[in-house]
Structure formats: C-alpha cells, structure tokens
C-alpha cells in the first residue's frame, strides 16, 4: 500500500519521522548524522533542486558524500514519491537496493557513496561534465565536517576554484561531530569557512536549520559565472531529539523502544 | 608507446567528441598533440590522482569517455579506491592509463616500479585491462577496444620503437597472440618484456627444443581458451611478466590450469623479492629478476631436465 499523495507533508519534520521509524525497524544507527542534515534535504528536495524525473539526463545532481546519513534522501525520496512506501519498508533488508548507504543502483540516488571523499571529486566532474555540455543543471554535493580530513576533497575544492565551476555548490554540514569525538578534539577544522574561502570559493555561513534560509542563499547563488558556492552550514547533531543532540553515542547507536517513543514525541510524530 | 598512444587517441578524438583526456601533472613531451589539438577535452588536474578519478567517474556519467594519464604507480594505486567506488560500482567507461609498467622507470627507483598493477585491476569485476606489448598493439588495442563498455586499465610501456618480432600490431579482447608453435614447452609473456620471451624461445630453438609463445594483452577479459589450449599441449609454460608473480599473469594462467585440471607445469617469472632498494636499468631489473632471455632459457631447461 503506497500512502496517498496528500498525506507526504513535504516538511522536515516528516523527513524526521521517517529517519526515526525506519532506523528503528531496522534496528541500525547513524540517527544523529541524518537528523543533522534534515533540514539541509528538506530545502534541496522540497525547494531547490530542479528534478521532473530522477532518470531525466538534464535534472539537477544531488550527491550525498557523507553517505551513512542516507535515511534523510530516502524519506525525501520518500515523500517527493520517487520512492514506494514498499522500497522504504524495505531499508536494510536482504537484497534491498537502500542500505545504509546509497547506491546509484536506485533511481534517485545519482552516485554511489559511503567513502567519504569521494563525493565532492565526481560532483566536480559532473559540474565539468555540465560546462562541456553546456548544460544549465546544478550539481549539489552535501560533505561532512569532518569528511574535510580527507585530502581528496581538497583537491576537488582546488580544481573546482580553479576552473570556477560555478555551477557546483557544496554543502557543510557542520555540527562538529565525528565518529570517535568532537572535530575540535580529534583533527580541527577552525577556521573552517576560512579556508574554503582561501582556496577561492564563494563563501555562505548559514543556519543549517533554517529551511527558508538556505533555501534563499541557495537561491541567490550565481551558478552561471564565477567562482563555486560553499553553504557552511551550522548544525546540531541530532536535531529534534533531546537526548541525542550533540552526543556522540549516536553516531552508531539504534533506540531501545523507550527512547523511540520519546523521540517521536519530540518531533511530533 | 606514449607517442603511439597520443597519436591514436588525437585520431579517435578527432571522430568522437565523448573522448576526455585528463593528466595528473604527466606527460611533457608526450601529450602535446592532443594539448593542442583539442585543448577543451585535455584537463592536467594538478598532482592529484584521487580526484582525477573521482572527477572522470562525474563525467563518464554525463557520457564522457575520459582517459586519466599517469604513471603506472600514481595511476592505479594513489585512486585505487576511487576507482572500485567510482567507475567499478558505476560501470561507467573510465579509462586508467598507467605508462612505464615494470622496470621501464628502473632507475627512478622503487616507487616507480609499476609491479603490482595487473594484479589489482584484474581482481576489479567488469574492468577491461590491457596490457600491450609494443606500441603497434597498442594501436591496434585502442582502435578495437576504446569504447567498450565499462572501466579499463591499460598499461603503457615507455618504449616508441620496440616492436615485438612477429607480432605485427595484432590485438583482440578476450583472445592471445600466438607468435611461435612448438610442443616442448611454452612461453607466455604479457607487456614488453615479451621480447625477452621472444629472445628465450629463439635459443631454445637452437638448442632443438621448440617452444610456443603467447603475447598476452588482453589480460581482462582473459584468453582462457587460448590458454588452456596450448596448457593442454604442452608439459611446461613459462609466464614471463615484469610484475610481481602473485596475482598478474602467472596467477592468471596457474588459475586456467589448475580449473581446467591441466597437467602442465606453471613456473612464473617475474619479481619475487621484496623492494631492498637497489634499482637499475631496465635490462639490469629484469636480469636480476630473472626475466632476461637467458635467465628465461636457463628456467626452462631446468624445468625441462626435471622432466
């Protein structure tokens, strides 16, 4: 049963929902990662990104480097209804094409990702790509903070500044978290707009948060002519949910029923 | 055989606008005509290999056929992950150029030594790897198989002028090049080093034992039929690579016979030592390796006389 158009409320609160019914009937983890970039994915998916269909050659490019938040583009997916109610029940089952995370086998999931700093490089290939073909489509690529460790992304960022892909924006999610501790702990990143800046990228420091800003930045972005766009976005790992905001267990933890049902609540569910 | 490759891929890029060429900062006095040919499809990324393939795997999804050039190390291991990530999982038509497989940088020393990268490609499903072994196959190689479907590897020896006696540009995927027929023993050789094979094969000749002699430069898709025939006829095969002996050609060929329940002998030849840190030429690595013609006649005696 495909739930009726009407009912998939296109807001993030929804996306919210999903992320915590799906992990939870799963029993896997990575909450905190897709809660921080909800909002990020609600603005692209609900407002931004010029997709008529996900196998059509001249749609927009959406690349999610920090792949193990992918339960945030399935409920998108989801709820734009470029995914079935029955492939989302089908998140981490044997032989389900939606792990934790994403394979471009699924239409809609436009590269293969889980390796972090391999996102940024083909979205600036595919940014090229656009440029050779002439082509108006946008390529969005959403990296981690801490995904800035890897030295491959910073050749990407290089190369995209130099030849000023303008079409191309990237997107921070920086709640200043990683897998073993906080990014200030374990590798710092301060200044972190800084140093985008330095290698020649256009800059915008915004709340993560805020659908309708980072919609409008978004909006504003000149993506015809001069340098590429980078929304350092400030975030909080595991928004919405009390208990999981900025905690490092929930990296990988999965919720006990109890915190399942206190979650809901706090998102509204 | 970079003067083969430039020469043929300005040909192929002259007919085909899909066709890239991407260098991570390599190539002078080499890739010029393509440069100036076609100076918006040519991109010198900068030093940085990871990206060159991350960035060839976006364009080879917008339908791109892009080369990435550099040397053998730098081309197949820096990005190796970005290549099983990108055009492996994607099974898009990204080509990896390697030039100066085995010793042909012997003097630069050991971190340019391409020794192990037939072996990691070939372990990669659904990527096409070609190793030619002089710069007539080569051309020969890209015309037919450029645009096939999915990855490709494609090993470059430095050498312009070497031709492989016998050979006469001759290529095709999936199948072996038979240079000499002779029921005593085989010699199977993939790359340059072919010559040495070829060399090998002419002594033993004169000593009345007549050899068969393989070029392999389809090393995936692999010529089993080819091979498993001649292992069939034959008692002993020599492989002779310049490459480590696990996993490229030695391996390929001890696999065949061993799934086919063969019962030819398989020596390998090729680089067993762990790097010490001595290099040389090419003609002193491949002396010291055992891949010489004569050190290649003095293993097939001895596996011979052991009967």
């Known amino acids: 049963m495909t739930e009726p158009m009407e009912a998939r409320a296109l807001t993030p609160a929804r996306i919210r929902q999903i992320i915590l019914e799906q992990s939870k009937r799963a029993g896997v983890g990575h909450i905190g990662s897709a809660l921080s970039i909800a909002d990020i994915v609600a603005a ?77 490089p083909m979205g600036v290939g595919s940014a090229l790509a656009a440029r050779l073909q002439r082509s108006a489509r946008r390529v969005f690529v959403l990296v981690s903070d801490a995904e800035c460790n890897e030295g491959a992304l910073w050749e990407a960022v290089m190369f995209a500044a130099h030849h000023r892909l303008a079409n191309l924006t990237a997107i921070v999610d920086l709640n200043g978290q990683q897998a073993l501790g906080y990014t200030d702990q374990v590798l710092s990143l301060t200044p972190l707009a800084a140093r985008w800046r330095a290698f020649g990228w256009d800059v915008h420091e915004v709340d993560g948060h805020d659908v309708a800003g980072l919609t409008r930045t978004i909006g504003s972005l000149d993506t015809r002519g001069g340098p590429p766009h980078v929304l350092v976005a400030r975030t909080v790992f595991g928004k919405g949910v009390s208990y999981m905001e900025r905690q490092l267990k929930w990296h990988y933890w999965p919720m006990s029923d109890e915190e399942y049902r206190q979650a809901m609540a706090e998102i509204g569910g | 055989m970079r003067r083969s490759f430039v020469r043929t891929l300005v040909e192929l890029a002259a007919a ?51 080369f990435c050039y550099s ?57 096409t790897v070609i190793a030619p072994a002089d710069h007539e196959q080569l051309a020969c190689a890209l015309r037919s198989a450029w645009d096939f479907p999915g990855p490709m590897y494609i090993r470059l020896g430095k050498d312009d002028t070497l031709t492989i006696p016998g050979l006469e540009g001759r290529f095709e995927l999936g199948r072996a090049q038979r240079l000499r027929d002779g029921a005593d023993c085989a010699l199977i050789a993939t790359g340059p080093v072919a010559v040495e094979a070829v060399g090998a094969a002419d002594d033993l000749a004169a000593r009345g034992i007549r050899a068969t002699v393989l070029v392999i430069a389809s090393i995936q898709p692999a010529p089993v039929d080819d091979l498993a025939g001649v292992l069939a006829s034959v008692p002993v095969a020599l492989t002779v690579e310049a490459h480590y002996v696990v996993g490229g050609l030695g391996s390929l060929v001890a696999e065949i016979a061993a799934e086919r329940a063969l019962g030819c002998r398989v020596l390998r030849c090729g680089v067993r030592q762990p790097p010490d840190g001595r290099s040389g030429s090419q003609a002193y690595m491949h002396r010291t390796h055992g891949l010489s013609r004569e050190a290649l006649v003095e293993t097939a005696l001895r596996a011979l006389s052991a009967g």
């Open chain 1, 44 to 120: 692209l998916y609900f407002h931004v990104l010029r997709i008529g269909d996900v196998r059509e050659p001249e749609r927009d490019r959406f690349i999610l480097s920090k792949g193990h938040a992918v339960l945030a583009l399935y409920a998108a997916l989801f709820l734009r209804d470029w995914l079935s109610e029955d492939a989302l029940n089908s998140y981490c089952g044997d032989g389900s094409l939606l792990g934790v995370h994403p394979e471009h086998a699924l239409p809609g999931i436009d590269f293969s990702t889980g390796s972090l700093g391999q996102g940024l």
């Open chain 2, 16 to 66: 085909d606008p899909r066709l890239l060429l991407l260098t991570g900062d390599l190539g002078y006095n080499a890739l010029e005509p393509f440069m100036e040919r076609f100076p918006d499809r040519f991109f010198n990324v900068g030093v940085a290999e990871q990206n060159m393939v991350g960035m060839a795997t976006g364009l080879a999804d917008a339908g791109f056929i892009p």
């Open chain 2, 71 to 127: 040397i053998v190390t730098f081309a197949s291991l820096r990005p190796y992950e970005f290549i099983r990530n990108g055009p492996v999982l994607h099974r898009l038509p990204v080509r990896i150029v390697g030039i100066g497989g085995g010793f042909d940088y012997g003097p630069q020393g050991t971190t340019h030594h391409g020794l192990e990268d037939l072996a990691v490609m070939r372990v990669q499903p659904g990527m």
